[in-house]
Protein backbone atom coordinates (compact mmCIF):
# COMPACT_ATOMS: atom_id res chain seq x y z
CA UNK A 1 0.00 0.00 0.00
CA UNK A 2 1.19 3.47 -0.72
CA UNK A 3 2.06 5.90 1.83
CA UNK A 4 2.20 9.76 1.23
CA UNK A 5 4.63 12.06 2.00
CA UNK A 6 3.61 15.72 1.83
CA UNK A 7 5.56 18.96 2.49
CA UNK A 8 3.25 21.87 3.98
CA UNK A 9 3.27 25.79 4.79
CA UNK A 10 1.39 26.72 7.04
CA UNK A 11 0.71 30.42 8.35
CA UNK A 12 -1.80 31.91 10.74
CA UNK A 13 -4.49 34.76 9.64
CA UNK A 14 -7.14 36.22 11.72
CA UNK A 15 -6.85 32.94 14.39
CA UNK A 16 -7.39 30.41 11.46
CA UNK A 17 -4.53 28.21 10.36
CA UNK A 18 -4.37 27.81 6.97
CA UNK A 19 -2.16 25.34 4.94
CA UNK A 20 -0.65 24.99 1.79
CA UNK A 21 0.53 21.81 0.49
CA UNK A 22 3.78 22.44 -1.50
CA UNK A 23 4.72 19.24 -2.20
CA UNK A 24 3.23 15.71 -2.21
CA UNK A 25 4.12 12.23 -3.69
CA UNK A 26 3.30 8.46 -2.69
CA UNK A 27 6.08 6.60 -1.45
CA UNK A 28 5.97 4.42 -4.38
CA UNK A 29 6.69 6.91 -7.01
CA UNK A 30 9.97 8.71 -7.89
CA UNK A 31 9.56 11.83 -9.32
CA UNK A 32 6.07 12.77 -10.45
CA UNK A 33 3.70 14.74 -7.82
CA UNK A 34 0.75 13.27 -7.27
CA UNK A 35 -2.42 15.55 -8.11
CA UNK A 36 -4.65 17.63 -5.86
CA UNK A 37 -7.33 14.90 -6.14
CA UNK A 38 -4.85 12.11 -5.33
CA UNK A 39 -3.45 13.91 -2.91
CA UNK A 40 -6.96 14.26 -1.11
CA UNK A 41 -8.30 10.91 -1.93
CA UNK A 42 -4.87 9.76 -0.13
CA UNK A 43 -6.27 11.15 3.32
CA UNK A 44 -4.54 14.50 3.09
CA UNK A 45 -7.59 15.93 5.64
CA UNK A 46 -5.94 13.75 8.41
CA UNK A 47 -2.39 14.99 7.53
CA UNK A 48 -3.55 18.24 7.98
CA UNK A 49 -5.15 17.80 11.26
CA UNK A 50 -2.24 16.04 12.56
CA UNK A 51 -0.16 18.77 11.62
CA UNK A 52 -2.35 21.76 13.15
CA UNK A 53 -1.25 21.46 16.70
CA UNK A 54 2.52 21.67 15.62
CA UNK A 55 2.11 24.75 13.99
CA UNK A 56 -0.27 26.11 17.08
CA UNK A 57 2.55 24.53 18.94
CA UNK A 58 5.16 26.58 17.34
CA UNK A 59 3.74 29.90 18.47
CA UNK A 60 1.62 28.67 21.04
CA UNK A 61 0.54 32.14 22.90
CA UNK A 62 -0.19 33.93 19.40
CA UNK A 63 -2.47 31.08 17.96
CA UNK A 64 -4.44 31.03 21.03
CA UNK A 65 -4.53 34.44 21.88
CA UNK A 66 -6.01 35.36 18.18
CA UNK A 67 -8.64 32.21 18.51
CA UNK A 68 -10.01 33.94 21.97
CA UNK A 69 -9.96 36.97 20.90
CA UNK A 70 -12.23 36.65 18.07
CA UNK A 71 -14.61 34.70 20.37
CA UNK A 72 -14.42 36.50 23.54
CA UNK A 73 -17.84 37.61 25.26
CA UNK A 74 -16.64 41.27 26.27
CA UNK A 75 -18.64 44.09 28.69
CA UNK A 76 -19.25 47.00 27.62
CA UNK A 77 -21.00 50.50 28.35
CA UNK A 78 -22.56 52.19 25.17
CA UNK A 79 -23.90 55.46 26.30
CA UNK A 80 -27.00 56.13 23.59
CA UNK A 81 -29.00 59.24 24.06
CA UNK A 82 -27.50 60.03 27.37
CA UNK A 83 -27.69 57.08 29.32
CA UNK A 84 -25.19 54.38 29.93
CA UNK A 85 -25.97 51.17 28.60
CA UNK A 86 -24.34 48.06 30.37
CA UNK A 87 -24.35 44.99 27.93
CA UNK A 88 -22.13 41.45 27.37
CA UNK A 89 -21.27 41.22 23.73
CA UNK A 90 -19.48 38.96 21.17
CA UNK A 91 -15.88 41.36 20.78
CA UNK A 92 -17.12 40.82 16.96
CA UNK A 93 -20.43 42.74 17.51
CA UNK A 94 -21.31 45.98 15.45
CA UNK A 95 -22.98 48.71 16.68
CA UNK A 96 -25.82 47.93 14.77
CA UNK A 97 -26.09 44.64 16.33
CA UNK A 98 -25.53 46.00 19.37
CA UNK A 99 -28.05 48.69 19.35
CA UNK A 100 -31.05 46.84 17.61
CA UNK A 101 -30.23 43.14 19.51
CA UNK A 102 -28.82 43.94 23.23
CA UNK A 103 -29.97 47.25 23.76
CA UNK A 104 -33.79 46.62 21.69
CA UNK A 105 -33.30 50.46 20.38
CA UNK A 106 -35.07 49.18 16.86
CA UNK A 107 -35.37 52.62 15.34
CA UNK A 108 -32.01 52.30 13.53
CA UNK A 109 -32.96 50.33 10.83
CA UNK A 110 -30.46 47.20 9.13
CA UNK A 111 -30.73 47.86 5.07
CA UNK A 112 -27.80 46.44 3.71
CA UNK A 113 -25.63 45.88 6.93
CA UNK A 114 -22.42 46.48 3.98
CA UNK A 115 -22.13 50.10 4.53
CA UNK A 116 -24.32 51.09 1.20
CA UNK A 117 -27.73 52.13 2.22
CA UNK A 118 -27.34 54.64 5.06
CA UNK A 119 -30.52 52.82 7.06
CA UNK A 120 -28.08 52.67 9.76
CA UNK A 121 -27.38 56.45 10.54
CA UNK A 122 -26.65 57.30 13.85
CA UNK A 123 -24.54 60.10 15.57
CA UNK A 124 -21.67 59.66 17.13
CA UNK A 125 -20.29 62.85 18.56
CA UNK A 126 -22.60 64.80 16.74
CA UNK A 127 -21.35 63.50 13.36
CA UNK A 128 -22.93 60.81 11.21
CA UNK A 129 -21.61 57.02 10.88
CA UNK A 130 -22.84 54.16 9.77
CA UNK A 131 -23.57 51.59 12.54
CA UNK A 132 -23.33 48.91 10.18
CA UNK A 133 -19.62 49.54 9.80
CA UNK A 134 -18.37 50.58 13.70
CA UNK A 135 -17.66 47.88 16.04
CA UNK A 136 -19.76 48.45 19.12
CA UNK A 137 -16.40 47.96 21.23
CA UNK A 138 -15.11 51.25 19.55
CA UNK A 139 -18.23 53.47 20.26
CA UNK A 140 -17.57 53.05 23.76
CA UNK A 141 -16.89 56.36 25.41
CA UNK A 142 -18.25 58.51 22.87
CA UNK A 143 -22.12 60.16 22.81
CA UNK A 144 -24.09 57.63 20.56
CA UNK A 145 -27.81 59.18 19.34
CA UNK A 146 -30.04 57.38 17.66
CA UNK A 147 -33.32 58.06 16.36
CA UNK A 148 -35.06 57.33 19.54
CA UNK A 149 -33.01 60.26 21.32
CA UNK A 150 -34.57 63.44 19.26
CA UNK A 151 -37.73 64.13 20.39
CA UNK A 152 -37.73 65.36 23.89
CA UNK A 153 -40.75 65.23 26.20
CA UNK A 154 -43.01 64.31 23.72
CA UNK A 155 -42.29 66.83 21.13
CA UNK A 156 -40.79 65.86 17.69
CA UNK A 157 -37.36 67.27 16.91
CA UNK A 158 -37.31 70.34 14.19
CA UNK A 159 -36.06 67.51 12.00
CA UNK A 160 -38.51 65.26 12.55
CA UNK A 161 -41.16 67.60 12.62
CA UNK A 162 -40.14 69.08 9.21
CA UNK A 163 -40.04 65.33 7.33
CA UNK A 164 -43.52 65.22 8.50
CA UNK A 165 -44.40 68.46 7.28
CA UNK A 166 -43.02 68.04 3.93
CA UNK A 167 -43.98 64.38 3.38
CA UNK A 168 -40.72 63.25 3.00
CA UNK A 169 -41.00 59.50 3.40
CA UNK A 170 -43.41 56.87 2.13
CA UNK A 171 -42.87 53.63 3.28
CA UNK A 172 -40.49 54.94 6.13
CA UNK A 173 -38.24 52.34 6.25
CA UNK A 174 -34.74 54.20 5.31
CA UNK A 175 -36.19 57.34 7.26
CA UNK A 176 -34.21 57.11 10.74
CA UNK A 177 -31.27 56.58 8.99
CA UNK A 178 -32.52 59.94 6.45
CA UNK A 179 -33.00 61.99 9.54
CA UNK A 180 -30.33 61.42 11.01
CA UNK A 181 -27.94 62.25 8.71
CA UNK A 182 -30.02 65.45 7.98
CA UNK A 183 -29.61 66.44 11.51
CA UNK A 184 -25.76 66.15 10.71
CA UNK A 185 -25.98 67.91 6.94
CA UNK A 186 -27.12 70.88 9.09
CA UNK A 187 -25.04 71.06 12.13
CA UNK A 188 -22.06 70.22 10.03
CA UNK A 189 -22.68 73.16 7.68
CA UNK A 190 -23.56 71.28 4.61
CA UNK A 191 -27.15 72.54 3.88
CA UNK A 192 -26.30 75.35 2.07
CA UNK A 193 -27.83 74.75 -1.04
CA UNK A 194 -30.10 72.69 -2.62
CA UNK A 195 -26.15 70.79 -4.35
CA UNK A 196 -24.68 70.77 -1.30
CA UNK A 197 -27.68 68.90 0.58
CA UNK A 198 -28.15 66.37 -1.93
CA UNK A 199 -24.27 65.88 -1.86
CA UNK A 200 -24.09 65.19 1.77
CA UNK A 201 -27.04 63.06 1.47
CA UNK A 202 -26.04 61.04 -1.34
CA UNK A 203 -24.94 57.68 1.16
CA UNK A 204 -28.68 57.76 1.97
CA UNK A 205 -30.78 55.75 -0.30
CA UNK A 206 -34.33 55.93 -0.48
CA UNK A 207 -35.97 53.41 -2.75
CA UNK A 208 -39.04 55.23 -2.58
CA UNK A 209 -37.66 58.24 -4.28
CA UNK A 210 -38.73 60.86 -1.91
CA UNK A 211 -35.34 62.76 -2.13
CA UNK A 212 -37.04 66.33 -3.24
CA UNK A 213 -39.31 66.09 -0.02
CA UNK A 214 -36.50 65.12 1.97
CA UNK A 215 -34.42 68.24 0.31
CA UNK A 216 -37.18 70.45 1.60
CA UNK A 217 -37.54 68.89 4.91
CA UNK A 218 -33.80 69.70 6.01
CA UNK A 219 -34.56 73.53 4.57
CA UNK A 220 -37.42 73.97 6.47
CA UNK A 221 -35.38 72.47 9.48
CA UNK A 222 -31.87 74.38 9.31
CA UNK A 223 -33.38 78.02 10.75
CA UNK A 224 -34.75 76.26 13.77
CA UNK A 225 -31.47 73.98 14.28
CA UNK A 226 -29.23 76.92 13.63
CA UNK A 227 -31.16 78.57 16.46
CA UNK A 228 -30.95 75.99 18.65
CA UNK A 229 -27.19 75.31 18.43
FE1 LIG B 1 -25.60 50.18 7.19
FE2 LIG B 1 -26.88 49.80 4.89
S1 LIG B 1 -27.34 48.96 6.83
S2 LIG B 1 -25.25 51.19 5.32
FE1 LIG C 1 -39.29 54.10 1.51
FE2 LIG C 1 -37.26 55.81 1.76
S1 LIG C 1 -39.35 56.14 2.29
S2 LIG C 1 -37.18 53.72 1.27
Known amino acids: MNSVVAQFSAVVIDGTIHMRVLHARSSGESTSSLSRREFLAAGAGGAMASLMPNAA ?28 HRTAIDSRTTLLDALREHLQLT ?18 GGKPVL ?72 GNLCRCAAYPNIVAAIKQAQPQLRKDA
Open 57 to 84: EADPVSAATQQTDARAVVDVVLTVNGRD
Open 131 to 202: ACLTLALTAQRQQITTIEGLAKAGVLHPMQQAFVDQDALQCGYCTPGQIMSAVGCVTTGHANSDAAIREYMS
Open 107 to 124: GTKKGCDHGQCGACTVLS
